[in-house]
């Protein structure tokens, strides 16, 4: 993580600070670690306010007034606009993505991406297929991939249908 | 065909029955043409990569491929690591970035699945691309665009593929219109359901790839609180549920069957050190 933020701030991606922030969609415990049997330091109504710090899988750390502590991530809805600094990786600023207005603004973006018009009129392109089969991965290299990253493979069952 | 097919079957029944017209089971043999129809009307897996082969060619038609390969070979692995944890470990998948601001993903039957530069960009670590892959992956497995097509204004046409009377070489250009029709299923989006199947099964297969689960609805959030007036995301809103909505189930799904899995890695320092990286 050390590295990440290191290389981040090398090549000057953390443009700014701002504070990101979501609200409570339930009513919630802020629990002191990231872990369902961690303590219990305060509950927070449904729609309230806090600061988010970070996220681990399905925990988000956030700060309540003065309280700083971990809640269910999918208990949260981020607050449009203040997601600028989360969201934007490396390639963000490589590639040029067009960015969003802060604060909620209504501003839409100048660069128009792939639209209905072009998929409905879309012409073949094999050459570009061909192009894109070559950096299709062997199983081979993808378990070599996952040896690498310490990805284990785990059984687990596909979940029960939800709403039908 | 089918036409013929029924004829066949009913004389078939018949003639087996002649000597004792009072047992004829009628029913029975409706049931039997039924089942032979069913049968013909699924399109066999090289037929299916062939369809998405074409659908893939047009999609590259529409949006150049990311002239980055790094990020390529990246996204094939980590596709590929996820599509052997599936019940289709062996069709040839292939995966690719899309050269494209826009902010969406695609999959075409046989194993094709594309996501645009827009989505990627937004994306923190490797367990969130690979939520994303898992959820497009999901929609191959259950061959949800093939179930649009046979229910879609060009079902005839996919009928004769499957009945073998359209065949994939030679360039039979009612091929090509169900190679449109194809195409077209990304600008009006498959069913609700399928792309609640595709999520539910897609947290399932990241957890089994050894990623935290939580990767995709992570994306989710981060898109959720992208302004909805941007135009990147216009396609996206019009082709699928609301991200609350698909929030709201996940959550509902994931808790507790996946929390033994939470702890897996994420991998945020391999994904930013290949999506840092010039080429």
């Known amino acids: 993580m050390k590295r990440l933020i290191a290389a981040l701030l090398t090549l000057g991606f953390i443009a700014s600070a701002a504070a990101e922030e979501a609200i409570t969609l339930r009513s919630t415990e802020m629990k002191a670690k990231p872990y369902s049997d961690a303590q219990t330091l305060l509950t927070l109504p449904e729609r309230s306010k806090v600061e988010v710090l970070q996220r681990r899988a399905s925990w988000t750390q956030v700060k309540s007034g003065k309280t700083t502590g971990w809640v269910k991530m999918l208990s949260l809805q981020l607050v449009r606009g203040t997601t600028q600094r989360r969201a934007d990786n490396g390639l963000r600023s490589l590639f040029n993505v067009a960015q969003t207005g802060r604060g909620g603004s209504n501003v839409t973006t100048g660069v128009r991406g792939l639209s209905e018009e072009d998929l409905k009129n879309a012409k073949p392109n094999p050459q570009a297929l061909a192009e894109a089969q070559q950096f299709a991965a062997t199983k081979a290299e993808a378990k070599r991939f996952a040896m690498q990253g310490k990805l284990k493979a785990q059984q687990v069952d596909y979940l029960p249908g939800g709403e039908r | ?279």
């Open chain 2, 1 to 279: 065909m089918r036409t013929l097919v029924l004829m066949m079957v009913l004389s078939l029944s018949v003639s087996a029955q002649a000597f004792d017209f009072g047992n004829f089971d009628l029913e029975k043999a409706v049931k039997t043409v039924q089942k032979i129809k069913k049968a013909n009307e699924d399109v066999s897996e090289p037929q299916e990569i062939e369809l998405g082969s074409g659908i893939a060619s047009n999609l590259l038609g529409a949006a150049p491929l990311l002239d980055n390969p790094e990020v390529q070979r990246y996204v094939n692995r980590v596709g590929r690591w996820i599509a052997l944890q599936t019940e289709r470990p062996d069709i040839p998948w292939q995966f690719g970035v899309l050269d494209d601001a826009d902010i969406n993903a695609f999959a075409a039957p046989g194993g094709y699945v594309f996501i645009t530069k827009g989505l990627l960009a937004r994306m923190n670590n490797e367990a969130e691309l690979a939520g994303v892959l898992a959820h497009e992956i999901s929609h191959v497995l259950r061959k949800h665009h093939l179930q649009a097509l046979k229910k879609g204004a060009r079902s005839e046409l996919f009928s004769d593929l499957a009945n073998d009377a359209i065949k994939t070489q030679g360039g039979d250009p009612r091929l090509t219109k169900l190679v449109s029709a194809g195409t077209e299923i990304y600008a009006r989006g498959l069913d609700k359901q399928d792309e609640f199947e595709s999520d539910r099964m897609g947290v399932v297969l990241a957890a089994r790839a050894g990623y935290d689960p939580y990767g995709l609805p992570a994306v989710l959030q981060t898109l959720q609180s992208i302004n909805p007036n941007d135009s990147n995301l216009a396609l996206m809103f019009k082709t699928h549920p609301s991200f609350d909505k698909r929030l709201q189930l996940l959550a509902d799904e994931m808790t507790p069957a996946l929390d033994a899995y939470e702890r897996q890695p994420d991998l945020d320092v391999r994904f930013a050190g290949v999506m840092a990286a010039r080429k």
